[in-house]
């Protein structure tokens, strides 16, 4: 299943990405298209990531001290796209087309979610694939101090977190 999973990425439903990873990845192509490139790769990914402030992703990010316009300057980015949910669109996703860092980071996202037991792809799993995928994007993020272990680190509290406010709820 993975095999055929990670073939398929252009034009893709990406039907196991949140909503949050969906927005990301259409921030990524506008942020792409505004560089002047036809293709998204992991630079435009992780800047994507910024987009979705209440995405796991940017509060990793967050919580290593960074501000979004010290990632955004270290990966050569102006400024992230504001996307609407309902950009992220079946038909704009579907256009979508990544250099082969891009599909490196992807893949590396379904290889994180199934790491983690997830069925499904959020923004944490688009970081830690970006990270994973050991690209220019990667390093600079590892730069930043956004490594492999301090974003695990960082998602096991707030998958606690968020598991204590469930069983509080019901």
Request: charged share 20%; no cysteine.
């Amino acid at each position: 299943a993975q095999k055929r999973f990670v073939t398929l990425w252009e034009g893709a439903e990406f039907s196991r990405f949140t909503q949050r990873s969906r927005n990301a990845l259409v921030a990524a192509a506008t942020i792409a298209g505004g560089a002047g490139a036809t293709t998204i790769d992991a630079s435009h990914l992780a800047a994507g990531l910024l987009s979705e402030p209440e995405g796991l992703a940017a509060k990793v990010i967050h919580a290593a001290g960074l501000t979004d316009e010290q990632v955004l300057t270290e990966l050569g980015v102006a400024e992230v796209a504001s996307v609407a949910a309902e950009e992220a669109s079946p038909e704009a996703l579907r256009q979508l087309r990544f250099t082969e860092e891009g599909r490196i980071a992807l893949r590396g996202a379904l290889t994180a979610a199934l790491k983690l037991g997830h069925n499904y792809i959020g923004t944490e799993h688009l970081l830690l694939g970006i990270l994973q995928g050991k690209g220019e994007a990667g390093q600079i993020l590892i730069r930043l101090g956004v490594t492999a272990g301090f974003t695990e680190r960082v998602l096991v509290e707030e998958f606690a977190r968020i598991q204590k406010l469930r069983n509080a709820a019901g």
